[in-house]
Structures are given as C-alpha cells and as structure tokens.
C-alpha cells in the first residue's frame, strides 16, 4: 500500500476553501497534508484526523508567528515560499480569521505581492511584443524574434503564475466587500 499520495490544488488564490476542505476529507480517511507539492499537495498515509486547515499569508515569520497560532490551537503543518503557511486544528476550533474585515486584508496583502510582480512582468512583455512588431530589418528581426519569443514564453509563465492569482484575489475581495 502506498504510503504517500500528491493531490492538485485549485489554486489558494482560486479555491482556497475547497482545497482546504478536501484537505480536511483526506485527513478523516487518514490521508494527512505532509507538504506543498508542485501545483498541489504531498499527503501521507497515518491515523485518520478529524482536523480543519486553514491558510495563513506572512512573510519572514517570526517564533511568536507560529506561538500565536498554537495559543489558539492551531498547528502549524507546513509552508513554501516561506510566505503560505497551512496550520491544522481540531474541527470546529475558532478559526484563524473571524471577520470580513481580517479576511479581507488577508487577500488584500497577497493580491499586493501578486501585482508587484504580475505588472511589470506585463509591462516587459508588451515591450517585447512592440520590440518584435518594430523589427523589420531581416537580421533584426531574427535575432530579435528569436530572443524576444524566449523571453516572452518565460514572461508568460511568471505572468500566469502572478496575474491569475492576483485576479483571483481581486475577485474574492469583490465578493467579500459585496
């Protein structure tokens, strides 16, 4: 029998509440979260859980970060990009935010660290776009296409993986303040 299983997340910035609910399915069925996984999550198999997750966002944590959360009963399970922390806790624990106005800054920080990367990433690669649309001369427009076509391929990358976030918190933030 296997002893760990990835399952793919939605996307925090997307489904943030579903992914961690099915988290919270898999740990009743003994699937417990170990860690964050390529576009997912990394489970392994123990005692089955009955246990809610929540998301927390901060950079640069601090001891009295997690010693907050443990006070209010929550554990913390694991982070990546040391700014996306998962904390568990026992079902039906206070959770880690109570009010519109928490969770709204909440989305409000990551939808911010999101545009600082995502707009000028969209700025660069409309530069490219003209750069590649201005070069008519036959040795510019090779040595210019071929580099501006790679750099725009990774621009599109990094502008996925921060402009639809940031869209999504945009639109979770238009839904709470509704």
Same mark, same amino acid.
């Given at each position: 029998m296997r002893k760990t299983k990835y399952i793919g997340s939605g996307g925090?910035?997307?489904?943030?509440?579903?992914?961690?609910?099915?988290?919270?399915?898999?740990?009743?069925?003994?699937? +417990?979260l170990e860690k964050f996984a390529f576009l997912g999550f990394k489970l392994r198999k123990g005692p *089955?859980? %009955?246990?809610?997750?929540? &998301?927390?966002y901060e950079s640069d944590p601090d001891e009295d970060y997690f010693a907050y959360f443990e006070a209010a009963g929550w554990k913390h399970v694991c982070s990546t990009g040391n700014y996306i922390h998962i904390f568990s806790a026992p079902k039906n624990?206070?959770?880690?935010?109570?009010?519109?106005?928490?969770?709204?800054?909440?989305?409000?920080?990551?939808?911010?660290?999101?545009?600082? +990367?995502?707009?000028?990433?969209l700025i660069f690669m409309a530069?490219?776009?003209?750069?590649? *649309?201005? %070069?008519?001369?036959?040795? &510019?427009?090779?040595?210019v296409g071929t580099i501006s076509l790679g750099l725009a391929c990774l621009t599109l990358i990094v502008l996925v993986f921060t402009g639809l976030p940031y869209f999504g918190?945009?639109?979770?933030?238009y839904k709470l303040r509704k």
């Open positions: 925090l910035a997307f489904d943030e509440e579903k992914d961690m609910e099915r988290l919270s399915k898999y740990a009743s069925k003994g699937w +417990i *089955s859980e %009955s246990v809610d997750y929540s &998301v927390a624990t206070t959770p880690i935010y109570t009010d519109k106005a928490s969770i709204v800054d909440k989305y409000e920080k990551e939808k911010r660290k999101m545009a600082d +990367i995502a707009f000028p990433t530069i490219l776009f003209i750069l590649d *649309s201005l %070069s008519n001369l036959s040795w &510019v427009s090779d040595v918190y945009q639109y979770k933030i």
